[in-house]
């Protein structure tokens, strides 16, 4: 029998236990499928005294991860810890000494992707990171492979479960945004200090990952302009329904005029719209293309076995491609691209707010739009007297023009407060 191709793991908690399971439960499968049988060499872990839920040999399991990266037995290197430090450096280590690298780390790649991706490429071995974004959904190896010769436009995801799962709640169930989020977090979507979910720092570290392999741009989270989705009430939820949209946060990387303009926020997606359909914690990528056309992929963006059956679809390619002595479709150099700013990208507006319900009130306010050419397309009002709430919807508008004429309307003595001001998806340029 062919000789076996023997996998050091670095990390056995979420995911690294259930790669572990799955390889044991799929040996012979993946043998009998691709012709090349998989071990696991070592498996490095932070603290040897904690109890796990896996089958391995004994002296197996260590806390030592360079000695992992160091040992000849190994021919892979799998980093499932997280974080930077000592993943970046075990990667490159990895790495220099010409052995493979699998990893699902959102957060190292979106801050020193370039650096790695250079050190794979002059190394000439793999690199790869498909669990990277959205866990399970395979969205690296298309962008890279199947979509490798596409001039793509745009590509729009929601990546972040946690907070998909929270707005579904909030407009299926009436919850108000606490009570989602608690719920979430009962779940176990949700970690108990959630802010790397809600506050969109988790989907912007996506989001710069999907710009850098969609426009081979190097792209790092600190170029993603960012919004969270801790202001969104449930009055916005249900004026969204009523206009015809459904409340997500979206994680958009769009080309333009050779710029790339990157960013994560809250969005109206109109209600027809195949995004608008992912519910709960699920995850999907919508990505357009000049001859594809409209594509998306839809499954489970984390969890233990979702993220471990990319990171293993991963380690069966570069095993596959160590046994051949070739190497996958690499990224070679990311381009410096320049970024669009956020403030020249043009959308249509939602905006709610409350004002005093008198006559003249309308025209004073419309008026502001109109002095910084922000045209509205549609305007409600909600309740009366001390309840009244007036939504516009805009035309097309410039986010500068956008955010001046928000700048003044708050200022005017006729509106007490201003409530969300939310991006619509569908009228862009
Ligand atoms: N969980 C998900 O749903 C998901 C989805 C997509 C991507 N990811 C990514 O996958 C990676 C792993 O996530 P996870 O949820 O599996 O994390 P986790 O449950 O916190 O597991 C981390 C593992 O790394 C080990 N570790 C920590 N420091 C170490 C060190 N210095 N040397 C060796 N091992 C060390 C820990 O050891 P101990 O067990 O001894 O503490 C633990 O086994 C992260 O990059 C994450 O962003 C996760």
Request: proline share 3%.
């Amino acid at each position: 029998m062919e000789e076996a191709v023997r996998a050091g793991i670095l990390g056995c908690g979420n995911v690294g236990a259930a790669l572990v399971r799955l390889l044991d439960d799929n040996a012979d499968l993946i043998t009998r499928r691709v012709g090349v049988r998989l071990e696991v060499a070592r498996v490095g872990v932070h603290n040897l005294a904690k109890e796990r839920d896996v089958d391995l040999a004994p002296g197996v399991l260590t806390n030592d991860a360079e000695a992992i990266v160091d040992d000849p037995d190994v021919d892979v290197v799998v980093e499932v810890i997280g974080g930077v430090e000592p993943a970046r450096s075990l990667i490159l280590a990895a790495l220099k000494s010409g052995k493979p690298v699998v990893t699902a780390n959102k957060e190292l790649l979106a801050n020193f992707g370039a650096e790695l991706f250079e050190a794979a490429e002059a190394a000439g071995v793999d690199l790869l990171f498909e669990a990277s974004v959205a866990g399970g959904i395979p969205l690296m190896r298309p962008l890279r492979e199947s979509l490798a010769g596409e001039r793509i436009r745009r590509v729009m995801g929601i990546v972040n479960g946690t907070t998909n799962y929270i707005l579904t709640q909030m407009a299926e169930e009436g919850s108000s945004f606490g009570d989602a989020l608690a719920e979430a977090q009962r779940l176990g979507y949700a970690e108990r200090d959630p802010t790397a979910d809600i506050e969109g720092y988790d989907a912007a570290a996506k989001a710069a990952i999907i710009a850098s392999i969609a426009f081979g741009a190097r792209v790092v989270a600190g170029d993603v302009y960012r919004e969270g989705i801790t202001q969104i009430t449930t009055d916005d939820i249900s004026a969204a329904h009523e206009l015809g949209y459904v409340v997500k946060l979206l994680a958009v990387a769009e080309e333009h005029d050779g710029r790339i303009g990157v960013r994560v926020h809250p969005a109206m997606v109109p209600l027809d719209h195949p995004l608008a359909a992912v519910r709960g914690s699920y995850n999907a990528v919508f990505i357009e293309g000049d001859a594809v056309g409209q594509l998306m992929l839809l499954g489970r963006g984390a969890g233990g076995g979702p993220t471990a059956s990319a990171v293993l679809g991963d380690l069966i390619d570069a095993a596959k491609n160590l046994r051949s002595g070739s190497r996958g479709a690499t990224l070679g150099t990311l381009h410096r691209t320049p970024i669009r700013p956020i403030d020249e990208t043009a959308s249509q507006f939602y905006v709610s707010l409350d004002a005093a319900d008198r006559p003249g009130v309308l025209a004073t306010i419309a008026s502001v739009f109109g002095t910084h050419d922000v045209s509205i397309q549609s305007m409600q009002q909600k309740g009366k007297g001390d309840e009244a709430r007036l939504i516009f919807v805009t035309h097309l508008a410039r986010e500068a023009a956008m955010a001046a004429t928000i700048h003044e309307v708050r200022d005017l003595d006729v509106v007490e407060r201003i409530g969300s001001v939310l991006r619509v998806v569908g009228g862009e340029e």
